[in-house]
């Protein structure tokens, strides 16, 4: 998975910023989901990712892997990454 190439993002002290250049909208993740871009951008599963959520954070597996899905879904809804 990728960003789009017309994304650039940024980290903040509370997440992530996304910038699609070719529109000028933006968009804003907390830390949590600011993570799991990360992780999806350097090749992790969702399922890995909702595993390591629900271990670091002891949350219930499904709904860690909710929030995985919930995020993925908007990314690829508002076509900020590719895959």
Not at 63 to 71: C, L, M, S
């Amino acid at each position: 998975m990728h960003l789009h190439p017309d994304v650039v993002s940024t980290d903040t002290d509370d997440g992530t910023v996304l910038l699609n250049q070719r529109t000028g909208r933006y968009w804003q993740l907390n830390t949590t989901g600011a993570h799991v871009l990360r992780e999806l951008l350097a090749g992790h599963t969702p399922n890995d990712i909702a595993a390591d959520l629900a271990a670091r954070h002891h949350i219930d597996s499904t709904r860690a892997e909710q929030d995985v899905t919930a995020v993925l879904t908007q990314l690829r809804t508002a076509d900020l990454v590719t895959t």
